[in-house]
């Protein structure tokens, strides 16, 4: 019986690595009580899990020969997620139930598998392709403010031509246009605590939405003071996602 072609590792060239085979899409939600660790420190953290796990992992060229994992975007370090997208590149095809085997309890701490996709091997890098983000969002006010106002507050921002804000960028205090990075807010729960959702959008000159400036223009309308008691990305847009 001869070798099936789709599942045979295929071998360099003598003294070469092994050459990229398959490339998998995890889907991966991160728990409020996770280890608050670093972009750095998180990427580590990864790369000994899945080496842990036994996957046949390429590694990029040059003298570091780091695997080729990548992030969809930068997630805050305190922050709960529901939906991240790590791309992991193997030298071998492997079916989804044996990666789904060899990563069960062995994920970085307060991580979880939601899903994952067997994507083309050959398509573009997975950080060029994030353009927005989902942000669940709890709110409490120093002061009474019914959810109706709220929501009239979210529709003034989506419908507002500017929303000018200022935001600290190398060590100073720097005016910008919150609005071409806000894509929508909506009031998704009236509670207690109302519950907003925020998609923001990760541009490569104007820079990222942040949920907290979501959430001071939202105080400036009402003029009312609020506070997101608790803050988790949902999940990442890519640009050929719909709705």
Do not use: N
Request: glycine residues 8%.
């Amino acid at each position: 019986m001869t070798d099936d072609p789709a599942t045979t590792p295929v071998p360099g060239a003598a003294g070469e690595p092994p050459q990229p085979r398959q490339r998998w899409r995890l889907v991966v939600g991160r728990s409020p009580d996770a280890p608050t660790l670093g972009q750095r420190e998180q990427a580590d953290a990864w790369e000994a899990a899945l080496r842990e796990a036994g996957l046949p992992l390429a590694r990029s060229a040059g003298t570091t020969g780091r695997a080729r994992v990548s992030f969809g975007a930068p997630l805050p370090a305190a922050m709960p997620a529901d939906g991240e997208l790590i791309d992991i590149v193997l030298t071998e095809r492997w079916p989804a139930w044996r990666v789904r085997d060899a990563l069960a309890g062995r994920l970085p701490d307060g991580w979880r598998m939601v899903d994952l996709h067997d994507v083309w091997l050959a398509g573009p890098p997975l950080p060029g392709r994030v353009t927005a983000a989902d942000y669940r969002i709890d709110l409490i006010a120093s002061t009474a403010v019914e959810p109706e106002g709220v929501v009239a507050a979210c529709e003034r921002l989506v419908a507002a031509d500017r929303l000018p804000r200022q935001r600290v960028k190398g060590g100073r205090l720097v005016d910008y246009d919150l609005r071409p990075l806000l894509v929508d807010v909506r009031v998704i729960s009236s509670g207690p605590p109302i519950r907003i959702l925020a998609r923001t959008r990760f541009h490569p000159e104007l820079g990222t939405g942040r949920p907290e400036e979501v959430v001071a223009a939202l105080a400036e309308v009402t003029g009312t003071p609020l506070e997101a008691t608790a803050i988790a990305r949902e999940r990442l847009i890519l640009a050929d996602d719909q709705g």
